[in-house]
Structures are given as C-alpha cells and as structure tokens.
C-alpha cells in the first residue's frame, strides 16, 4: 500500500503536532489545517486519502465542514472524526452527517494509525479497476489506457494525471493540486507539469478529431467527452 496524504484539521497545535509525529513515523505525508475554511480549502483544492477532523473548531463547526467537504470535494474522501465528544447522540449525528470512521480522545495512538490504513485501503478497494468517460477507459491495476479501443502510449506521469483527472471527472484540478500528487513537496524547479500536459495531449488527443484534455485558464486541466451533434 502506496505511503497515505492525509489532512489533519485540529485547532489544537499540541494534539497537532503529537498526531503529525505519530502518523509520519509511518512514513505518511500530513496537511495541517488549524480552523475549518482553511480545511475545506485544501481537502477542495488538493487530493488526500483521507481526512483526519476535530469537531470543536474555532470558526466553523466540524460537522459543517464534513458536510461541505462530501458535497463538494474532487474525489471520494474518507472522513474520520477525532473529538471529545463521546455521547452516542453526538457518534450518530457525525456518521449521518458523512463520517466514515469517529474516535474519541483520548485515543490509543495505534489506534489511530490501524483505523487511519483501514479506511484508506477501504476507499481505494471501492475504486473500481476501470473507469470509463465517453471514449476513454483507463484500466488502473494494470496501468493501460484507451480511447475508442485503441491503445495510448502514456509515460508513467502521463498516466498518473489521467488517472487524477479521471478521479477528478468532470471537475477540474488545479495545477498545484496535480503537482503535489506528482512529486509531494518538492516538485522540480522548471515547468515539468506543462512538458508532462503536452506530451499526455499528443497521445490522448492528437490521433483523434475531437480534444479530451481542457485547459482551464488560471485554474488548471479537466477530461471532457466530445460532443454529440
């Protein structure tokens, strides 16, 4: 199983910091975000495999942010709720408002680390192997892609941002959004991302009469079917 991107929202910087120590001794990649508009901004404009929230923020409650962050996130996103609140009215209210996962503090810190690998490989185990949008099919354990039944010569980077684009259908991904699902934080000095865009357009596009790959100005790039006439 591939290192997990997980966002932790938790106003609380000493629990922060604990659970950012505990989880990247695992060799996991943490997003940290103190209140809850900050949170939704990076579980909107990044890609995770899952999110990490405490209920008692200062600006926004946690539920609200589950809330919008399932209604309007890029991908499917695993939710696991970390709070004091431990009255079974309150586990109820955060599982019908969309969590997937609800632990109470104070927790058992492997705790924490078994429930946060088990809801990562359950959403990637729900991910179909192939997905289909209009002429494309993209068959991921076996990294092969096609479009009207015919083969795409893709690089491994080329298939890695059809696969975030795919995930992503029919929303757009921000360039810094792709970029950090491609090379973490420390992506290369020169413009790669662009190098990386055309070349996936000379095999996605190129042969065929109508473009896939869409450029959205001062946002970044999305799949989009030919239209029918």
């Not at 709720?81 to 810190?109: I, V």
């Amino acid at each position: 199983m591939k290192p997990l991107k997980i966002l932790l929202i938790e106003d609380n910087p000493t629990i922060a910091r604990q659970i950012g120590e505990l989880l990247q001794a695992h060799g996991w990649q943490l997003d940290f975000a103190h209140n809850g508009r900050l949170g939704i901004g990076l579980a909107l404009d990044q890609i995770y495999d899952l999110v990490i929230l405490d209920l008692n923020l200062p600006d926004i409650d946690g539920l609200d942010v589950c809330r919008q962050i399932g209604e309007r996130a890029q991908v499917n996103l695993p939710v696991l709720m970390l709070t004091a609140r431990d009255a079974f009215a309150d586990k109820a209210q955060g599982f019908n408002t969309g969590a997937d996962d609800y632990l109470t503090k104070p927790f058992d810190p492997r705790e924490l680390a078994l429930r946060c690998r088990a809801l990562a490989r359950r959403n990637q185990l729900h991910r179909s192997n192939r997905t289909c949008i209009g002429e494309l099919t993209i068959r991921h354990r076996e990294h092969i892609a096609y479009r009207a039944g015919r083969p795409l010569k893709l690089t491994s980077i080329g298939f890695r941002i059809l696969t975030i684009l795919a995930h992503a259908y029919p929303e757009a991904v921000s360039r810094s959004a792709i970029t950090h699902q491609l090379w973490g934080d420390n992506p290369p000095e020169t413009d790669a991302l662009k190098s990386h865009i055309y070349s996936l357009r000379q095999s996605l596009d190129k042969p065929f009469a109508t473009p896939m790959l869409k450029t959205i100005t001062n946002v970044g790039y999305q799949l989009e079917t030919p239209r029918e006439d």
